[in-house]
C-alpha cells in the first residue's frame, strides 16, 4: 500500500485512528497521513480482515495487540506492543470476544 509516496505492508500497521476525512495509520515510532475515513479504509481489499473496529475513531490490528483489560464500565483497554493504548468503547466490546492476545 502507498502512503505519503512510502510503501507500506498492512501488517506494520499497529492501529488506525480517523481525522475528520482523513487517517493517521499509525507505525510506531512514525505515523501516516491519508484522505479516507474510516469507515472507507476498512472497506478496502485486505483492511477489513487485518482490522478491528474497536471505537468510532479507531481500529487496531489484533497482531500487534499484547493485553486486553476490561474495565468495570463495560469498556477495556488494549495495549499494544509499543506500549501505546487504545480505548474499545462499549459499542464495540463484542470484538474482544473475536481474538485473544
Do not use: C, K, M
Amino acid at each position: 500500500w502507498w502512503v505519503e509516496g512510502e510503501r507500506i505492508t498492512l501488517a506494520d500497521v499497529q492501529w488506525i485512528s480517523a481525522a475528520d476525512n482523513y487517517i493517521e495509520l499509525h507505525l510506531p515510532p512514525r505515523s501516516l497521513l491519508e484522505r479516507a475515513t474510516l469507515a472507507e479504509a476498512l472497506q478496502r481489499p485486505g483492511w477489513a480482515a487485518r482490522f478491528l473496529r474497536v471505537h468510532r475513531s479507531h481500529a487496531v490490528n489484533p497482531a500487534h495487540v499484547q493485553r486486553i483489560e476490561r474495565l468495570s464500565s463495560g469498556e477495556a483497554v488494549l495495549t499494544l506492543a509499543g506500549g501505546e493504548t487504545l480505548r474499545v468503547s462499549r459499542g464495540y466490546r463484542v470484538v474482544l470476544d473475536t481474538f485473544a492476545p
